[in-house]
Structure formats: C-alpha cells, structure tokens
C-alpha cells in the first residue's frame, strides 16, 4: 500500500503541509500560553481555603471534563454569533482549546502541589514563613519539578486536539492534508503526510518529556 | 536429597558462585551464613531454580535442575520461604495459603482448606484465617508464608533470611515454628544469622564468602574451634552485635 | 426569548434521544472490544519478548501520536483502498477500539510492572505456570492498581466518540449539529448537548476520583 504513494503529489502539497504545520505549532503554542493561564488561575482558585470563591474553580474544571472539546467547540462557534460576538475561526478555536487544555492544567499543578509533603509546609511555618512566603519559596519550586512532565504530556494532548479545528474549517495541519485528498483524491497522501507532522510534534515533546526527567528527578525520590 | 557438584553462576562478569559442591541428605538441618554479597541466598535459590547456573550439576530429589521441564514439578516439591513474605495481599491469609494447592495440586477447595486450616493453626494462626497480610504484623505474615509453603507437603523447605526483616520482638514466634519443623525431620537449608536457631537445631553450619563455601562444620565445632580466619572474623563480628 | 427557542429544540427530541443512544451504543462496545484487546497488548507490553514488545510499541505510539479525527479519517478513507469497506458505525467502532486499546494497553503493562517481582517469585516457587501467575496472582493486583486509571480512560473515550461526527454518524454531537441547522442558537442547542455528556460522563469522573484515594487508604 504505502510502496504506491504518489510521493510527487506529496512534494507538490509541501508547502501547504508546511503551512499546515507552522498553523497547527502556533495555535497549540498560544493555547498552551492561554491554558497556562487558565490552569494556574483555577488551581489557585481552587486551593485556597474560601468554599465560595472555590465553586467557580470546580464547576469550571468538572463541566470541561466531563463534556467533548468538539462540543465546547461548536458552543462557541454556533454560540458567540449569537451574542453578537463576532470572531475569526481561528480565534475562537485558541479560545476553546485554551478553556479545554486549562481545566486539565488546573487539576495538574493541583496535584502536584497536593504531592509536596505536609513536612515541608511545617518545616515553613516554624521558621516563620508567612503563606505566599511558603508558596513561592518551597511549595512551588518543588510543585513545578513534578508538573513538568505532565504539562508536556498535555502539550501533547493539545496538539492533537488542535486537528479538531479542522471542522469548523481552521487551515491547519489536519486539513492541509485533507487538501491532497479533495483536490487530487489521493487520501491516502494527505493523510500520510499529516500523521508524519504530528508524529515529530510527538517525538520531539516525548524525548524532552524524557531527558527532563532523567535531570531533574529529584535525589532520593526517583 | 540436594546433591551440588562444581556449580558456577556469574551476574555478568561478577563470580558469585564459586565451584559449589555440597550434600544435604534426607532429615538434614543445613544452616548458611556469611557476610552479604557472599552468595548465600543465591545458592538457595538455585535449589529450586529461581536462579539458573552456568556450569556443573546440581541434583535435587534425583531431578536434574538442567532439566526445565522437570523444574515446574519440582517447585512443587521444595517449599520457599522469602525475606520479604512475599504474601499475595488481595489474598485472605487461608486464600494465600490453598492457591497453590488448588491450582498446581488440583485439591478440591474444601480438601486445600481443611489442609491450610490445619496449618494456619499449627504455626498459631486460628484466629487469623480471614484476615490479609496488610492487617497481620510482619512475624505473623512470615508464619503465613510458612503454612503457605508447607500446604504443598514439600520434601524440601528453603528459608532465604526469614527474620531479618523483622521486628527483633517478633523473631522468636518465627524460629519457634521452624525448630518445630527441624525437630519434625524436614529437610532444610536455611540462610540466617541467628545463631541460636543453628546452635538448637542444626546438623551442619556452612560459611560462605564471596562465592565459595569457605567452611562446614557440626554447630558445635563451628561456634566453638572455627578452622578458618575469616570464618571467626565474621562471627566476632555478629555474635557482638 | 429563551423559552422559544427551547420549546423548538425540544421539538427535535427523538434526534437528541438517538444520538445519545449512539454515543452510548458506540462508546460501550468500543470500550468491550477496546478493554480486551488493551489487556492483550498490555501483557505482550511487559512480556518477556523483548522484539514483540517492541513492535507493539512503536504501533501503539503511532496511535498516541496524532489526533484521533486523523485516525478516523485512516479508517474510513484508506481502508477501502485495501479493500476493507466499512459503513460509519463499524469505522467508528475500529477506530474507537483501536485506540483505546492502545491507551489502556500502556495503563496495563505499566499495572503489571508495578506488581512487586517477589510476587511472581513466590508463585513461580510454589510450581504455577506462567499463566497461572499472572491469571491467579499478578493480575488480580494489576487490575487493582491501575483502575481508576481504566476509568478516567473510559471518559476520555466517551467523550472522544464525539469525533466520529465528522463522517456523518448521527452521535450526539451531530445531533446537536443538526438542530443549529435549523434553530440558529448554539448556546442553548450545544448547552444542552454538554448537558447529555456531562449526564454519562460526570459519575464516571466521580467514581475515578473515589478509587483513586480508595486505592491510596487500603492497599499500600
């Protein structure tokens, strides 16, 4: 099967793959900047000790969850319109893909200030530490040693997730390469050729993901 | 019944057994000891073959270990006792101890339990039958291994450091149950450091360092005229612990 | 203004009912087929065959690799190309299975490596084959570890059904794609599809979390 790629037609699309490609990067690079945001908002949000001001925090994190990102997705792009909001396309998938990706980020970092030892906090407090002392200096460094691999791990997850805008008709790399399949009617070409992008987004994060962890791993904690 | 000629075993380019030859006859109490990375619980666990070997012999109940598909019979035979327990924790202690029976002996349930039953009593145990290893101390623990591996009615009982990861409190209820099973007339070969328990029951003590089988002798012999340096270097150094 | 556009989206109520008895339909059995075969690829995973391992692992990576609307779209457009032909559901149902199983096989082999080696020890010295260790012995605690995880994987599948949308099955996203067609208010038609997701998905996300801290309190 793959012995009979037309692997002109390929070359001929290249540059709109490559286009395809860079779209795809900036617009999982500034979701992930958008969801960054989002993630450390809600975590702070949701850790600190007012019940009132952490419900927003959790019906935020658990409706993102527990619903598609394809449905978030044509909320937005059916529902803006309605409101009389007007955006590009491609604005209003960073937006979803943005809120998507920092519900997640949100439960990360959660949890990996959740898995510094209460000693630690202690250990603070009896040197007088005030709270956001404690935070910035103990909790977080440590916190952030443990998100990293994770976060990259939901780099990864955005990525992906970002070929959903393909649908509501975003030129990215997905549907730079349905373009060899509806011009030419070579599926299998267009189809080819996007996988590989996605797989070298893939490797790249894997093996930074990889060498992260082999450097910064903690002594005396794997 | 445990027949060791000119056995070798290399971890890459690291000797650990050198040129074993040893007999341990029916009835027999061997007790192992040496200095860590002496290779003692390697030579253990090669009589059942969780271990294999690179060169020489080594019969156990007439069955050569180079035979693998005479091995799976012979775990049968040759009951093993772990430093760690090793208990299944999803396992109830009487659910650890019949497994094996139902599965490899192909007992019926209610024939394994009324075996397990009566070896969970045996090593004092009646009132823990349902309980899993997370809710049992580890002494307590280390005596369901034990009905564990005699629920199998092995020929052979193996003890790789059955105490050393115990609370010193809770050592003796474990040697209680293996003087029992020394005096029963089981066969076994037990890796320790606990003295006492060689000096009770054993019929020989072997020391072992780096590899080799440095000396043999009756406990008597062993504790009182060591032949060897090293041999009263190392219990100078454990008897004044 | 509201209550108008409510009353004519649910107008469209057999249309949202199937696509939700699509979702589930179409979720359920790829879960099925995805959990048996993920258990398999989980086993040859932490095998002892090293080069089976291997190849199964770089299939698997293809898969975690890109996106799953590209990985529908393989089933449904190259696959014909050798011949395969496949209606909507059955891609669907391929595609949906594959992955999942691709996912929870990783999830099982890393179960298995977490199972302590002394267990497999132990069992190995009282004479099971190799089989029966893992069936009896590191398998039941494997499935205890990795649980919560199976869970979460199961919404993650639930809710990545909604992809196959794309090639025309009437799922409940595409029910909820339909009606903005002909009810122009996606706030109220696409609210109410989260609604449906969030129905099946929310207990699940709940029952993850109580495993999780389950696990953590009774078993280490």
Not at chain 1, 168 to 194: C, H, K, N, W, Y
Not at chain 2, 5 to 14: A, I, M, Q
Request: aromatic share 8%; hydrophobic share 50%.
């Amino acid at each position: 099967m793959l012995g009979g790629l037309n692997t002109r037609v390929m070359l001929e699309y290249l540059p709109e793959i490559w286009q395809g490609f860079l779209a795809t990067l900036f617009l999982s690079a500034a979701s992930f900047v958008g969801a960054m945001v989002l993630g450390v908002l809600a975590c702070a949000l949701a850790i600190q000790p007012l019940r009132w001001l952490r419900a927003p925090a959790v019906v935020y994190v658990d409706a993102i969850r527990a619903t598609p990102l394809l449905a978030q997705l044509y909320f937005l792009y059916f529902g803006l319109p309605r409101l009389g909001v007007v955006l590009p396309e491609m604005l209003i998938g960073i937006i979803a893909l943005s809120l998507n990706s920092g519900a997640y980020m949100a439960e990360i970092i959660r949890s990996g200030i959740l898995s510094i030892p209460r000693g630690q906090v202690e250990a603070g407090m009896s040197t007088g530490l005030s709270y956001l002392q404690r935070m910035r200096l103990i909790v977080l460094p440590q916190a952030l040693r443990v998100t990293v691999s994770p976060l990259i791990g939901q780099a990864i997850v955005l990525i992906k997730d970002s070929s959903l805008l393909s649908l509501i008709s975003v030129v990215e790399l997905t549907r730079a390469g349905q373009r060899i399949a509806i011009d030419r009617f070579m599926p299998v070409e267009g189809l080819v050729a996007t996988a590989l992008g996605y797989l070298v987004l893939y490797y790249v994060l894997k093996s930074a993901a990889g060498a992260w962890q082999a450097r910064n791993s903690l002594p005396g904690r794997g | 019944m445990i027949e060791f000629s000119g056995v070798n075993k290399w971890f890459g380019s690291l000797h650990v057994l050198r040129d074993i030859s040893l007999t341990v006859a029916r009835g027999e109490v061997v007790v192992v000891c040496g200095p860590s990375g002496s290779g003692k619980s390697t030579l253990i666990r090669c009589i059942n073959g969780l271990e294999p070997f690179q060169s020489g012999r080594l019969l156990v109940d007439g069955t050569d270990l180079a035979d693998r598909k005479a091995l799976l019979r012979l775990r049968t035979e040759v009951g093993f006792v772990f430093q760690s327990f090793n208990l299944y924790p999803h396992k109830t202690a009487l659910e650890n101890v019949t497994l094996a029976p139902i599965h490899v002996r192909r007992l019926s349930r209610a024939q394994a339990e009324e075996r397990g039953r009566a070896l969970l009593e045996k090593v004092g145990l009646a009132d823990k039958m349902d309980s899993y290893p997370h809710q049992l101390s580890g002494g307590q623990q280390q005596r369901v291994a034990i009905a564990r591996s005699l629920c199998m009615q092995p020929k052979i009982m193996l003890f790789d450091e059955p105490t050393s990861a115990l609370d010193p409190e809770m050592i003796n209820e474990v040697l209680d149950v293996m003087v029992g099973l020394a005096r029963e007339g089981m066969t076994m070969m037990v890796v320790t450091h606990e003295m006492g328990f060689a000096r009770k029951v054993a019929d020989r003590v072997i020391f072992m360092d780096r590899g080799a089988i440095v000396e043999t002798a009756p406990p008597e012999t062993f504790f009182t005229a060591p032949a060897h340096a090293r041999t009263r270097d190392f219990l100078s150094k454990i008897l004044h612990q | 203004m509201v209550w108008f556009y409510l009353e004519r989206i649910f107008g469209y109520w057999p249309v949202l009912l199937k696509g939700m008895g699509m979702t589930i339909g179409l979720s359920l059995l790829s879960l099925v087929i995805g959990v048996a075969i993920g258990f398999g690829f989980g086993i040859i995973r932490a095998g002892r065959n090293r080069w089976a391992a291997r190849a199964l692992g770089l299939y698997i990576d293809f898969f975690r690799a890109t996106p799953f609307l590209v990985q529908v779209f393989i089933v449904f457009f190259i696959l014909p190309q050798v011949g395969i032909e496949l209606s909507a559901f059955a891609a669907g149902v391929v595609a949906l299975s594959n992955m999942a199983a691709c996912f929870i096989g990783e999830i099982v082999a890393a179960g298995l490596k977490a199972v302590p080696p002394g267990q497999s020890e132990a069992a190995l010295a009282s004479g099971m084959t190799r089989a029966q260790q893992m069936r009896l012995v590191v398998m039941p605690q494997a499935v205890r570890i990795i649980t919560p995880s199976l869970v979460g994987q199961f919404v993650l599948l639930i809710k990545d059904s909604s992809v196959v949308s794309a090639i025309g099955l009437l799922d409940l996203t595409r029910s909820g794609w339909l009606i903005v067609q002909s009810v122009p208010n996606g706030l109220l038609v696409f609210g109410i599809v989260g609604v449906g997701y969030f129905i099946i998905c929310y207990p699940l996300i709940h029952l993850s979390r109580r495993l999780e801290r389950r696990g953590q309190a009774a078993f280490l």
